[in-house]
């Protein structure tokens, strides 16, 4: 039988790709995973209590845009978070962002645009559902760029604007998987302005924005109510995940205009996979509370100080803006993560495999991505055999 073309030129995920590499290999010591941005900190402590309160609700259809509660605790963080003011008419709870991230993009992007094939641009490295979702709406995927010459952001502005004409759909994720680079508010309103000049949709995927450094990055959705910007032009994605170390959970919202939303939210209606009512539950009290957030980057803020004082003999080193991943400047991504693997046991991420080739040039080659999700203690082992391995 025939299967559809569209998805063939893709390449194989990263964590197939990763085990194609180093499982045929032995480790060099004690395995330590630090390719897989898996957050390892505690839970929040309410999430078995929430579940135990709302177990009956396993017994119903869970609300398939979110709970009204959930979307008003949403709003209402929104407007603590970014000071905006986004009703709970504009949100819609996802069953993890990545649908959200892939769905967005079959309801909003048109079949053509100026007579031609949509754009969609993606930064390169890259969440490699954007991608996947590019593909799937027949979009013509353009990956800019974000490079040390860049500050790690797409400079999207830079583009000729005959591709601009053509753009549907611009990708930004900030804090940035993997570079863990900060979209500053001038940046922003320089996107959306674009955006605006060019007629196209941001979508802001801004999960890591709770994990920070220095200061909580802006939100798009806040720079385009500060610019008057059509709030057509911006959507927003967020997720408990990191935030509130709730992989499992599976529990994410996006944020849009009025017209998008309703797009959205009908395609949402034929395809969706709604959260169980409990996990909702437990949403609504994880949106609701920040001790656990504070604590949990404060957990962060102390791996951070000591990745910089263990690299802190290492050119080219930067610690990031946001986030929890290093970006670390190597010879050759795969051969790194190779040696990494027999010398010392542990496993990073080539950042080719996050990045596709363009004119002969893969952005990630010369990098590797490494996960501070660990616990301290293993963290700083780590990261001290890793420096010692590749840089010693």
Request: aromatic fraction near 10%; charge should be negative.
């Amino acid at each position: 039988m025939d299967f559809p073309e569209r998805f063939s030129n893709l390449p194989e995920y990263a964590f197939p790709r990763l085990r194609a590499l180093l499982d045929s290999h032995e480790p060099g010591g004690t395995v330590l995973s630090m390719s897989i941005g898996e957050p390892r900190h505690a839970m929040p402590s309410f999430v078995g209590e929430v579940i135990a309160q709302n177990l009956g609700e396993f017994g119903k259809y869970p609300a398939n845009d979110g709970t009204p509660e959930l979307l008003d605790a949403i709003s209402g963080w929104l407007k603590w978070r970014f000071e905006v003011s986004i009703g709970p008419e504009r949100i819609m709870a996802l069953n993890g962002t990545r649908e959200g991230l892939y769905n967005a993009a079959m309801a909003l992007s048109p079949e053509e645009k100026r007579g031609g094939k949509p754009v969609i641009l993606i930064p390169n490295p890259f969440y490699q559902v954007y991608a996947v979702a590019a593909a799937a709406v027949g979009a013509e995927p353009v990956f800019v760029p974000a490079g040390t010459e860049t500050g790690f952001l797409p400079d999207y502005a830079g583009l000729a604007p005959e591709i601009l004409d053509r753009v549907s759909i611009a990708y930004l994720c900030s804090p940035s998987n993997p570079q863990g680079a900060v979209a500053s508010r001038d940046y922003l309103a320089e996107l959306l302005h674009l955006a605006e000049k060019h007629d196209f949709i941001v979508f802001a995927d801004e999960c890591y924005s709770e994990i920070w450094r220095e200061a909580p990055p802006p939100g798009a959705a806040q720079v385009a109510e500060e610019e008057g910007i059509d709030p057509e032009r911006v959507v927003i994605f967020h997720s408990l995940s990191k935030r509130s170390n709730l992989p499992g959970l599976r529990s994410g919202f996006l944020a849009a205009g009025p017209k998008s939303i309703t797009h959205i939210r009908r395609l949402r209606a034929y395809s969706g996979a709604p959260l169980p009512q409990p996990l909702q539950r437990v949403a609504e009290r994880a949106w609701a509370d920040e001790a656990h957030v504070e604590e949990n980057r404060r957990l962060y803020a102390e791996k951070y100080e000591d990745a910089g004082r263990i690299f802190a003999g290492v050119n080219s080193f930067q610690l990031p803006q946001g986030g929890f991943f290093l970006w670390l400047p190597v010879d050759d991504g795969e051969a790194a993560a190779l040696k990494l693997w027999q010398e010392t046991g542990i496993r990073v991420l080539p950042g080719a495999y996050l990045a596709r080739e363009v004119n002969g040039d893969n952005p990630g080659k010369g990098f590797i991505r490494v996960a501070l999700v660990a616990p301290r203690e293993e963290t700083q082992r780590g990261l001290i055999q890793l420096r010692d391995c590749i840089y010693g």
